[in-house]
């Protein structure tokens, strides 16, 4: 994990556009290169990205993605959920497969994502997020581990000038403490879109998440235990990257940490106690 500053990869994913009007058509030629060269017509693997009003992110994600090195075959597949903005038409200038989803949540998206792939193994992935060359291939190194339906990896978040660097790395190792005590018997409560992976078979006899009580992507990680292991993917090389907007809506750091420390320790107990 980085503590004093971001890694240096990020940083040809920032783009500094404002709105897709600002966009230089090369860089979509440049991704889009690079997407032809890593994407398969019969992929393995299919990466699932959601995207509500993300025009200018949704580039980067792409863009992030479509530098994998991996030997796995892949696709990238879009599901634009009803944005407002200008999402649709940063999609429609980048190769990928796309799919339009009206009902608005990650569930319904995520179904429309799943029922179009064609790979065996899905990965989610959010449209606001960066991620690493080795994604694909940590995720699946575990993904197809001897009876594992369902994988969930770590993220960090991209420095700002009110969240220091060091001050995310405490909060993100104090996350990941929690991560490996809520693993023992909730691994539901960690999973999220932005690092996921299930076998599409079992995704799709669940389907569309009807009855919601540990989020979209924990509810989905429940249902899927009835098929099989939920596993952690550890590796710090293999973290996403977003950025800290959601932070900044708590207030302070101090406000933050506080906040994360009490509501832990009120459902600490749970974490050793299996519930249905």
Not at 153 to 160: A, L, N
Request: glycine letters at 6%.
């Amino acid at each position: 994990m980085n503590t004093l500053q971001n890694p240096a990869w990020i940083s040809q994913f920032l783009y500094s556009y404002d709105s897709f009007d600002d966009i230089d058509p090369a860089v979509f030629l440049a991704v889009n290169k690079d997407l032809d060269h890593v994407q398969s017509k019969e992929p393995v693997v299919s990466v699932v990205v959601i995207a509500w009003n993300e025009e200018i992110n949704i580039l980067r994600c792409v863009a992030s993605l479509s530098k994998a090195k991996t030997k796995i075959p892949f696709e990238i597949i879009v599901v634009n959920n009803n944005s407002k903005d200008k999402t649709q038409q940063t999609i429609d200038q980048l190769n990928i497969r796309a799919f339009n989803e009206l009902v608005q949540g990650a569930g319904p998206a995520r179904q429309t994502g799943q029922v179009n792939a064609k790979g065996k193994y899905i990965l989610t992935a959010d449209a606001d997020c960066l991620y690493p060359e080795c994604w694909i291939d940590e995720m699946m190194k575990v993904l197809t581990q001897k009876d594992v339906v369902c994988v969930y990896g770590r993220y960090s978040f991209i420095s700002e000038p009110s969240f220091p660097r060091w001050k995310l790395a405490i909060l993100e190792k104090l996350k990941d403490i929690m991560a490996e005590i809520r693993h023992i018997k909730q691994p539901y409560f960690n999973t999220f879109g932005i690092s996921m992976g299930y076998v599409k078979e079992f995704g799709l006899k669940i389907g569309f998440i009807t009855i919601n009580r540990r989020g979209e992507d924990g509810q989905l990680c429940m249902d899927l235990m009835e098929y099989g292991k939920v596993k952690q993917v550890r590796s710090s090389k293999a973290r996403v990257w977003t950025g800290a907007r959601t932070l900044s809506q708590n207030g302070s750091f101090y406000n933050i940490v506080i906040s994360r420390i009490k509501e832990d320790l009120r459902r600490f107990k749970y974490n050793f106690i299996t519930r249905n």
